[in-house]
């Protein structure tokens, strides 16, 4: 499998007037071309910053990019001029952004938002324009395509702006789709059903695509590997396999005991994480999810572990996957933890 995007110690901060917000505090992860990957965390940690800085979207005067490198087949685009950033947007890269709402203009007809796209980044014939439109909008499931064209945003219902979106991210054919919290606003069976879709048009369209979620339900229902973020890092990243049946990091584990298992009993009852993540203006200098980790040991709060790798595709970034550690079963017996 070949490298479709590869991002190495991103690190973004904001300008505030409380100071320096550090969001993205050296984000590592790949993607492979024909793969989805997804994103989790919590709200916060970083996700949508690292969306907007591959795409370059970050608000010019507030964001800087502090370091790092986001590679795209092979070439550098962090930082590139608005131009060739341009081109790239919507004709190699389509964004479907967390709130359909502001993405898509409410004074203009969707259909003709998707023309323009199509026109900035592709030479189809004018008049087949509108034709390639509808076949989109009929592609991402919207009944009445011809009528929906002359629709405005708020005639539409949200699983059908997100619809939309989702047509405007295809429609130049690129090879990544970045999600960002694509089914958040949507009740649970359009959730369901914009989920399969984008399964769906992966597998036809032959596109990666990265899903930024905070929703582990949504991570196992769409994606082959998971990038587990906290506090502007990623703290653990495997196959769906590696991270739901043997993670690695106490931060995966919590998110793991947070989610409703199918068919399970009363004794299964969900734990929240307690705790809250750590100031971003002042990140502490060693793990970052040490306050809040029931095993978290001395050099835990003063050195932030490097990446230990337990497979090709498996690695966290935790003093536990230390071989000099204690097990966690030695911790727990010795009262460290529950
Ligand atoms: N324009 C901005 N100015 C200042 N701080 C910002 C700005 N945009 C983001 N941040 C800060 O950067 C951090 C990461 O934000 P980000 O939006 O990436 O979180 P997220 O993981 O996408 O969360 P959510 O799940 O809620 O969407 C937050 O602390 C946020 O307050
Ligand atoms: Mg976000």
Known sequence: MSRLLEVEDLQVSFKTY???VKAVRGVDFYLNQ???LAVVGESGCGKSVTAQSIMGLLPKKVSRIKGGSVTFEGEEILGLPKKQMQA???SKIGLISQDPMTSLNPTMMVGKQI???IKKHTDIAKNQIKVRVIELLAMV???NPEQRYSQYPH?????MRQRVLIAMAISCDPQLIIADEPTTALDVTIQAQILDLLKDLQKSLDTSIMIITHDLGVVAEVAQRVAVMYAGVIVESGTVEEIFENPDHPYTWGL?????KYGSGEKDRLIPIQGSPPDLFAPPTGCPFAARCEYAMEICVQEMPDKKRTSETHHARCWLNDPRAPLVKDLISAGRAE
């Not at 005639?155 to 699983?159: P, R, V």
């Not at 793991?256 to 409703?260: E, Q, V």
């Open 18 to 20: 409380g100071g320096e």
């Open 256 to 260: 793991l005991n947070s989610i409703p």
């Open 155 to 159: 005639e539409l219902s949200g699983g």
């Open 34 to 36: 024909g793969e989805v």
């Open 88 to 90: 790239i947007k919507g």
């Open 115 to 117: 023309a323009e796209v």
């Open 141 to 143: 499931g919207l009944p």
